[in-house]
């Protein structure tokens, strides 16, 4: 028995592989744009990459980490007001223009804040900072919370008279205190004052990549916690 083919059944077997093709496509770059929309949700309100550009937090961070900052919770001024605390590192925009920096919280609203000689005054508490080799020492608060800083006991800021933050604000210090302008200046003389908690974008969490220049990749700094 011979077969027949009949043009409709050719017209519709080639219109079914067409439309195959095309869902094929459509799919694909549905799941492309499915991966975007996550990758832009992530770093919205999750996880955001940071490059450091200064070494103002020596010895914590150097100049050329790119860390991940966790955004967790900071979305909204009342959760920030809540989970902000002295010694945590955080990532903000800064006067004048919006610019993102990155120090130390030290002092919250209503907390009085001062510097005597480099070392920091909080509610007329003295924080004590246990020398650790040539020229830097570990600052230790009450609740028993730790970091190292570079002294400065006779910069121009080593010395500032006591304040009190007002609710709303923060105080933050560069542990690299001879290197950095942070509340201890004021923004008409090129620092940031107090920062506002609403300016808050996240705390830093680990170094993802660390790049010197000169020597190359740091790969002993890759993964370490930035805090």
């Known amino acids: 028995m011979s077969s ?5 059944a050719v017209r519709y077997a080639s219109r079914a592989g067409g439309e195959k093709r095309f869902y094929g496509l459509a799919g694909s770059l549905g799941l492309v744009a499915l991966a975007v929309c996550i990758a832009i949700a992530v770093r919205i309100w ?4 940071y490059a450091i550009p200064t070494r103002s937090m020596v010895p914590l961070l150097e100049a050329g980490d790119y860390l991940l900052v966790n955004k967790t919770g ?6 920030s007001r809540k989970s902000v605390a002295a010694g945590d590192v955080i990532v903000f925009r800064g006067p004048p223009s919006g610019q993102t920096y990155i120090k130390r919280v030290i002092a919250r609203g209503g907390d009085r804040v001062a510097l005597l000689d480099g070392r920091v005054h909080l509610n007329g508490l003295k924080i004590p900072c246990m020398v650790e080799g040539p020229g830097f020492c570990r600052e230790r608060l009450p609740d028993g919370r730790s970091w190292l800083v570079a002294e400065d006991a006779a910069g121009p800021f080593a010395n500032v008279r ?5 609710d709303g604000y923060i105080y933050v210090l560069g542990d690299n205190r001879g290197n950095s302008l942070d509340s201890r200046a004021h923004v008409a003389d090129g620092g940031m004052g107090l920062v506002p908690v609403d300016h808050i974008i996240g705390r830093s969490a680990r170094i993802f990549f660390s790049l010197d220049r000169q020597n190359g990749i740091r790969w002993q700094r890759i993964g370490q916690k930035a805090q």
């Not at 027949?4 to 409709?8: K, R």
């Open 4 to 8: 027949v083919n009949y043009p409709g």
């Open 46 to 49: 999750l996880v955001q990459p």
């Open 74 to 79: 900071w979305d909204w001024p009342a959760l």
């Open 162 to 166: 006591e304040i009190i933050v007002p």
